[in-house]
Nanobody, 123 residues
Framework: QVQLVESGGGSAQAGGSLRLSCTAS????????MAWFRQAPGKEREGVAA???????SYAESVKGRFTLSRDNAKNTLYLQMNSLKPEDTAMYYC?????????????????WGQGTQVTVSS
């Protein structure tokens, strides 16, 4: 089974950028659908971006036009480029993986999870 480790979180000013990475081990991500989720204190975990291992990518409305999900199968790594950051983007960000065929932003759809990386955006 695949193990996932996130990195790249930290602090940023509003309007700034961060790039998150999710490095996989134990299996190759080319056989998985991958996604990023986030969870702010006191809120439910929400899907941010998800792909179908091909060209189909879905984004939450709140991040469309600002965040970009990509993957490098050769490096076994998933990325989330976050631009024009807002204070409301502050959360713990998680990488997730699943077997399947269709894009999903629902956390219940995912089997494998990383430990998370914290993103804090100040105004």
């Amino acid at each position: 089974q695949v193990q996932l480790v996130e990195s790249g979180g930290g602090s940023a000013q509003a309007g700034g950028s961060l790039r998150l990475s999710c490095t996989a081990s134990g299996d190759t991500i080319s056989g998985y659908l991958m996604a990023w989720f986030r969870q702010a204190p006191g809120k439910e975990r929400e899907g941010v971006a998800a792909d179908d291992s091909g060209t189909g990518i879905s984004y939450a409305e709140s991040v469309k036009g600002r965040f970009t999900l990509s993957r490098d199968n050769a490096k076994n790594t998933l990325y989330l480029q976050m631009n024009s950051l807002k204070p409301e983007d502050t959360a713990m960000y998680y990488c997730a993986a699943r077997r399947g065929r269709y894009v999903s932003l629902l956390s219940v759809s995912y089997t494998y999870w990383g430990q998370g990386t914290q993103v804090t955006v100040s105004s």
